[in-house]
């Protein structure tokens, strides 16, 4: 009976341990699997790079913005582009965030691209603020110049303060001249 269950444990662990040998092979297999690069951009793929600072017109032909940023989903999918309208060299400008699909790409004279949005100068000044929730390294900077710069500025002011209320207390304490 003991030689029974003894033979029986062993090839119930037999049986548990063929798929993890599998599990580990295949494993091992995808582990030394060489990785696959890009050489070359596509013909029909196109970079972010080219498209961040890239006006936009409207179907008029004006200028309307440039693009800021794009935001794409976990499946690398471009959602949102996000356009800056306004202001004068990024000086007051508003960003407006714009489903992808609503802008159409054509070719111009020169053979440039040229990104088209069916939405007037009016139309983005109107609209809401795209708000991002993640900041880039040059965002964060930007907050935490920001914050220095506003207790430099409060600590000039109380050092204002107490140099006048210094003077102020000399002048009280200097003898009378007759």
Known sequence: MRLTTLTLAGAMVLVAAAPLGQAFSQTAVLATT??????????NEWLARVFLGQGVQNTAGETVGDINDLAFDRQGQIRTVVIGVGGFLSMGEKSVGVP????????????????????????????????????????????????LSNKAADKAVELKDQAVQKIDDMKKSEPVKQ
């Open 100 to 147: 992808f699909d609503a802008l159409t790409f054509n070719v111009g004279a020169s053979g440039e691209r040229v990104i088209v949005v069916a939405l007037s100068k009016d139309d983005l000044a109107k609209a809401p603020e795209f708000k991002a929730i993640e900041k880039t390294t040059f965002d964060k900077v930007k907050d935490r110049a920001s914050e």
């Open 34 to 43: 060489a990785p696959k690069f890009v050489t070359q951009q596509p013909a």
